[in-house]
């Protein structure tokens, strides 16, 4: 690689920073946590700079290129949403001052948690969920304990269809729950007889994802949830695709007694390395009770010339807290300015565009590569990344050759349900000019994996690392950054 | 793809082969081509459980997936393959030789009746 690591750049005794003298009585260490074979790099300040700095020029990101990641929603993070993040009444605020000096931060908190929900025809929401699939595990808590409060314990299972996000099943077993798959019909919807017939008495919900890993929407949503709702059980959807749905469906509408919204997707708050997640979770009526704890709530009515008092309050039935503090604070500000930015039309407009973007890149691509549940998408599409010509060429070497002309590849080989799967998600954020870029990069691709397979094996060939062992990476965990052997 | 006659197979990719009223069980050569290399697995049964059909007896993780392996019988555990677990390749290189899982023994032989033969499997593979 063209930059050696930190330890190739050490050289003996160059030191990069001098300690003050010291202004304590020196205490010695206890013996026993005294090591002398510890070695860290000796570098000067400047080695340091130049060596992050070249570092961070080999990263790939939405700022830089394409990044047409499936099931990801990378769109670009408007800048805006960062000057107002460091606003200093946000940024310097701390969790544990006394209320009245933070009503601001939690007027916002207040007030998205209502966006949030109106978005989504929900009636309650908690912001403190730290990721989605910790949003996930939120709301199956909440089945389990809304189960449980109505004294009703044989409810065991938790059914998820294959065309689920991965974590749903996950999730599901974490919090205690046997998983149960449905299969996938022809059409790509919830098979409503594998459904059938395992839902009894002993269901205590159902995840769904929809749009959902195929990009597709699911027809038989509603009676889904009135099956569901028939035996008993919750209605818990995965809101990982909601960018599709923005200011155009409302899931608490068709049904959905739960849902989680990934604020880093839809909402536009940084992610894939360049933030932490968030995973606000909504709740129909009969579950509010149930939200974990602290909630942002007015406790004193304002009136004409006083503004509100906000604070926390403790939900009746709480599942408790899923967090320290109160979730990833700055991600809410940026989502609330996203929010605030667009209004109701704008995220109607979001949700439209990335359906059209996604219609488009599909049509222009379906005559090359074969496309198994070929119907009207929504903001994604799954095709599969091999040619009945190119017998060797797989899905995975179609995705690093995408490398070579600078386009992040897309996800590949999820869904399980499609051959060699590419999963191509293009967010509202491109231009045509991107789009029809990326296709006929694709198109060329499927040819040199006709003319050429061994260029696609040996790709990718202009990247700072090229094709790399994932099998050696997978089997040779070595989690440690110091390896004493190979300096 | 190798799909040997002696065996019976399930619609999830397993393969039994029965000896008396003892069953050993694996996953094909089909399901090995499709997760590509596997790098591990785990066996999550113990000698002695007794098994009813369709219990999850280990994962399987490749570069591209995860994969649960299912007993397509009901029967009793009486040997794990306790070597595979430290080399999992195996499951590539010999899927219906070392790479074989548990051995139990059986309930019901009746049961096999509804597994299908390497013709059956073949044709099921293909689709």
């Not at chain 1, 040779?476 to 300096?487: A, F, H, R, T």
Request: aromatic residues 8%; negative net charge.
């Amino acid at each position: 690689m063209a930059e050696p690591t930190i330890y190739e750049i050490s050289s003996q005794d160059r030191i990069g920073f001098r300690f003050p003298a010291c202004d304590v009585p020196e205490t010695a260490l206890p013996e026993g946590l005294i090591r002398d074979e510890l070695p860290m790099p000796e570098v000067a300040e400047l080695d340091v700079i130049r060596h992050f700095t070249n570092l961070s020029h080999l990263n790939y990101s939405i700022d830089s290129g394409y990044y047409p990641l499936g099931s990801c929603t990378m769109k670009y993070n408007p800048k805006i949403n960062e000057e107002v993040a460091r606003l200093p009444g946000f940024a310097f605020s701390h969790p544990l001052q006394p209320v009245e000096t933070v009503q601001g931060n939690l007027a916002m908190m207040y007030e998205l948690q209502l966006w949030l929900a109106e978005i989504c025809g929900m009636a309650g929401v908690t912001l403190q969920p730290s990721a989605g699939a910790q949003g996930e595990y939120t709301g199956v808590l909440i089945i389990r304990a809304y189960h449980q409060a109505r004294g009703d314990l044989k409810r065991n299972k938790i059914l998820i269809p294959d065309s689920a996000h991965g974590t749903n099943p996950a999730t599901s077993a974490m919090s205690g729950f046997e998983v149960v798959g449905i299969t996938t019909d022809a059409k790509g919807n919830v098979d409503l007889d594998a459904l059938k017939a395992v839902l009894d008495d002993t269901v205590a919900g159902l995840m769904l994802t929809n749009p959902n890993t195929l990009g597709l929407f699911d027809q038989n949503v509603e009676e889904v949830v009135r099956l569901v709702h028939t035996a008993g059980g919750l209605v818990y959807g995965d809101g990982a695709n909601l960018n599709a749905l923005l200011g155009i469906v409302r899931p608490g509408d068709v049904g959905f007694d739960i849902m989680h919204f990934n604020l880093h997707k839809t909402f536009s708050t940084p992610h894939g390395g360049g933030g932490p997640g968030s995973g606000p979770v909504g709740v129909a009526k009969h579950l509010v009770d149930f939200l974990p704890f602290p909630l942002v709530d007015i406790i004193e009515e304002g009136d004409e010339e006083t503004p509100p008092l906000y604070g926390f309050v403790r939900p009746e039935k709480t599942i408790g807290r899923m967090k320290s503090f109160h979730g990833q604070f700055g991600m809410m500000v940026r989502a609330y300015n996203y929010i605030s930015m667009h209004g109701p039309d704008g995220l109607r407009d979001i949700a439209e565009s990335a359906v059209l973007n996604a219609n488009y890149l599909l049509a222009r691509l379906r005559n090359t590569f074969h496309v198994p549940y070929d119907r009207i998408c929504m903001h994604e599409f799954v095709m599969e990344g091999h040619l009945d010509d190119a017998p060797d060429v797989h899905a995975l070497d179609i995705a690093k050759r995408l490398m070579d002309y600078n386009f992040h590849p897309p996800t590949n080989y999820f869904p399980l349900i499609v051959h060699e799967a590419l999963m191509i998600e293009p967010t509202e954020t491109e231009n045509k000019q991107t789009l029809d870029r990326f296709a006929d990069v694709l198109i060329k691709i499927a040819d040199e994996a006709r003319t050429n397979p061994e260029l696609l094996h040996a790709a990718p060939h202009h990247t700072p690392v090229g094709r790399l062992d994932e099998v050696r990476a997978a089997k040779e965990l070595v989690l440690c950054c110091w390896l004493p052997d190979k300096i | 793809m190798n799909i040997p006659t002696n065996l019976k197979y399930t619609n999830t990719d397993e393969w039994v082969l029965v000896d008396g009223k003892t069953a050993t069980i694996g996953v094909t050569d089909h399901a090995q081509e499709q997760l590509s290399d596997v790098v591990f697995v785990e066996i999550t049964v113990s000698i002695g459980d007794k098994l009813a059909k369709k219990t999850t007896i280990a994962t399987v993780e490749s570069v591209k997936a995860a994969a649960d392996v299912n007993l397509p019988v009901s029967g009793k555990v009486v040997a794990i393959n306790e070597d595979l677990p430290q080399t999992p390749e195996l499951v590539n290189s010999d899927p219906y030789g070392k790479a074989w899982m548990i051995k139990v023994e059986l309930d019901n032989p009746a049961e096999l009746d509804a597994l299908m033969d390497a013709a059956g499997y073949e044709k099921h593979a293909k689709e």
